[in-house]
């Protein structure tokens, strides 16, 4: 193919394994591409929590920059950091086939029964559910990509920290000493890599349209349409699901307050025919059910 395509990502090992992967997936189709590397917000500052930057996007902004002001052509991003809403002019050009959806922890001699304990995450979702479940245990925030966050738990006095399974399988750095929290419910569209491209750009569209897994996409947007309609632009401890199975989607969904002690959730299931617009469905559900009151309070909270 006579363009070379630009694609832009962050610099971190976990984002440049995801950016290899679509880079050698087109190559298999004949396109030639390059990587061009760029550092985020959220890469650059690692001494406040997420939420209080008050950045949308803050892992995926400076590409949107870059793709905006010509610099790279498409972007790969990990879906569960990208905010709901694009920016106009970039559009979603594919969705990977989602790796796997489970949390897990890392821990240094733990055991669940262990009291007290302190688990570091930097991430509101899972230290609501861990407190949800946990509640006699601390929770500390941890922030940075993959291997800096592995690095300060071993320098650190805690017993362990919580990490996307899919992130440390993509980059071989599981260790044995993990946990499966299969009982945590996953942020919307965790384990699965979306690559977005300008709306004018009919060659990469194209392109990447010939990456794109199907019933991944069905799944994420179910679960992206589920946080939009809930957080309203606000960081929130929101878990989403969506699986299909024998052509249903089974949907589990919750929103808990930031210190996991409420909790608001549903379990659902209904036909892939059906399921245009449930995500949004479920989610009003769970505002009637609370959730509009606790969604007021956890803004008031993360404005202080």
Request: contains cysteine; charged residues 25%.
């Amino acid at each position: 193919m006579s363009k070379i395509i630009r694609i832009g990502t962050r610099d971190s090992e976990l984002a440049l394994w995801q950016a290899k992967t679509v880079q050698q997936k087109l190559k298999k189709l004949g396109y030639d591409s390059e990587l061009v590397p760029v550092k985020s917000t959220g890469d650059l500052i690692l001494d406040r929590p997420l939420y209080e930057l008050g950045i949308t996007g803050v892992f995926t902004k400076t590409l949107d920059i870059a793709m905006i002001n010509g610099q790279v052509d498409i972007a790969v991003h990990s879906m569960k950091d990208v905010p709901t809403t694009l920016p106009k002019g970039i559009v979603e050009a594919a969705i990977l086939e989602r790796a796997e959806t489970e949390d897990i922890l890392i821990h240094k001699n733990y055991t669940p029964n262990n009291k007290p304990a302190t688990i570091a995450t930097g991430s509101l979702r899972r230290q609501a559910q861990w407190l949800n479940k946990y509640p006699e245990h601390n929770t500390v925030d941890l922030r940075g990509n993959v291997n800096t966050r592995m690095k300060k738990l071993a320098e650190s006095n805690w017993q362990g920290a919580i990490f996307a399974a899919a992130g440390l399988k993509r980059i071989g750095l599981t260790p044995e000493e993990t946990i499966s929290l299969d009982w945590m419910i996953p942020a919307p569209a965790q384990g699965a890599m979306l690559v977005v491209a300008m709306e004018n750009d009919s060659f990469c569209k194209e392109a990447l349209s010939k990456l794109n897994h199907k019933q991944t996409e069905i799944c994420v947007h179910i679960e992206r349409d589920f946080l939009r309609k809930l957080e309203g632009g606000c960081t929130a401890p929101i878990g989403a699901l969506a699986t299909i199975e024998d052509h249903n989607i089974h949907f589990e969904g919750a929103l808990f307050s930031l210190d996991g002690k409420q909790k608001i959730a549903l379990s659902k299931k209904c036909s892939i025919i059906d399921s245009v617009g449930i995500g949004e469905l479920y989610a009003k559900e769970i505002l009637t059910q609370g959730g509009t009151e606790l969604m007021t309070k956890i803004k008031t909270q993360i404005k202080k």
